[in-house]
């Protein structure tokens, strides 16, 4: 009896989900709310240091024509990505990030590591879940005022 084995065909390259990914970030950057709306699932979930919050296209949307900050710059390290496909139409994508933010009129350097899930849907791809952790030390003791003075 002969067994055949099928070759695993991916619906989305590595260099197509991270440019999946820069395009994202390049509609934040420059304040796209049709394009980020667009790459959003209608029932998407975002968590960072703010929160968690539930999220569909109309409301990122809203959310970005709003923010009380600008982006001037953003860099993915292509050193540090990681690529995990939990389906065919399932993939997450995971990498450090330098940001160059202006927040309440000041400059903020941010880095941290983001990752997101984005799920094929019928006009694309769009992201399901997108974290975003702020670097530093694992327990927060380089943001409290006691381990910082002593």
């Known amino acids: 009896m002969t067994t055949m084995t099928q070759a695993t065909q991916h619906t989305i390259s590595d260099q197509e989900l991270l440019a999946l990914e820069r395009s994202f970030w390049d509609a934040l950057k420059s ?19 703010s929160g968690v919050a539930g999220l569909d296209p109309s409301s990122i949307a809203k959310m970005i024509e709003s923010a009380p900050y600008t982006m001037a710059d953003y860099r993915i390290d292509p050193q540090s990505v990681r690529i995990n496909r939990l389906c065919d139409d399932v993939v997450a994508i995971t990498y450090g990030v330098h940001e160059d933010l202006e927040v309440d009129g000041k400059p903020v350097k941010l880095d941290a590591f983001d990752s997101s899930v984005w799920k094929k849907v019928d006009s694309g791809w769009a992201c399901v879940l997108h974290t975003e952790s702020i670097k530093g030390d694992a327990y927060g003791r380089d943001r409290m005022r006691e381990f910082r003075a002593g």
């Open 31 to 49: 304040r796209d709310a049709r394009t980020v709306a667009r790459l959003t699932a209608h029932d998407s979930t975002v968590a960072g240091a």
